[in-house]
């Protein structure tokens, strides 16, 4: 989506998401089939006349399976996005929060590779500008990732997306987002040229 007064990059088929979606899938049905097998002749009641435990146990590994399937389907659904009008950067690094980040805390935009993965990663001016959503752990996963890649460059950012979640050319999304940045907000493509 793009216009006059804003842009959202495009994102790209979600195939790794939907491969960890199967894979969670295929692991989460065997496993509750196993302990199916392993427990379903288990007797309702013990010896002693007390309920055995060990019946139940099917029924909460497919609990658990069902609850660990939520983080896996969402990241699916809520995939990450990067976006931006006159006012701020907003950016969604996972499945968790969309960050708006105002261009007045905004001090640099970079594009790096690192090990064979490209990401933007942005760096925050330090302040009493507060406004805008704070990044938190959770918003800092893919930044984690770099980190062990290369910490002494993930060190001085504080969010990072991976660019192969999105279509398009580098130099290209750099240039939209540049059209919407203040001049003091530094706009970086070190990328290797294709």
Request: aromatic letters at 8%; one cysteine or more; charged letters at 20%.
């Amino acid at each position: 989506m793009a216009g006059p007064e804003r842009i959202e990059w495009r994102r790209s088929f979600p195939s790794r998401s939907l491969s960890t979606l199967v894979w969670y899938s295929v692991c989460a049905a065997l496993t509750v089939l196993l302990v199916r097998a392993l427990f379903a002749d288990e007797p309702e009641v013990l010896g002693s006349g007390a309920h055995n435990p060990l019946v139940d146990l099917p029924m909460w590994t497919l609990a658990v399976a069902c609850v660990g399937a939520v983080p896996v389907v969402l990241s699916v659904a809520r995939r990450p996005r990067v976006g931006a009008n006159h006012f701020a950067l907003t950016v969604r690094p996972a499945w968790i929060r969309t960050l708006v980040l105002p261009w007045s805390r905004v001090a640099e935009v970079l594009m790096l590779e690192i090990a064979g993965e490209r990401y933007l990663v942005i760096g925050l001016r330090e302040g009493l500008d507060r406004t805008g959503t704070n990044p938190a752990w959770p918003d800092r996963t893919v930044l984690r990732e770099l980190a062990k890649s290369d910490a002494r460059r993930a060190g001085s950012y504080d969010v990072a997306v991976r660019l192969r979640d999105f279509v398009g050319v580098p130099d290209g999304q750099m240039a939209s987002l540049a059209a919407f940045a203040p001049d003091e907000v530094r706009m970086r493509n070190h990328l290797p040229s294709s």
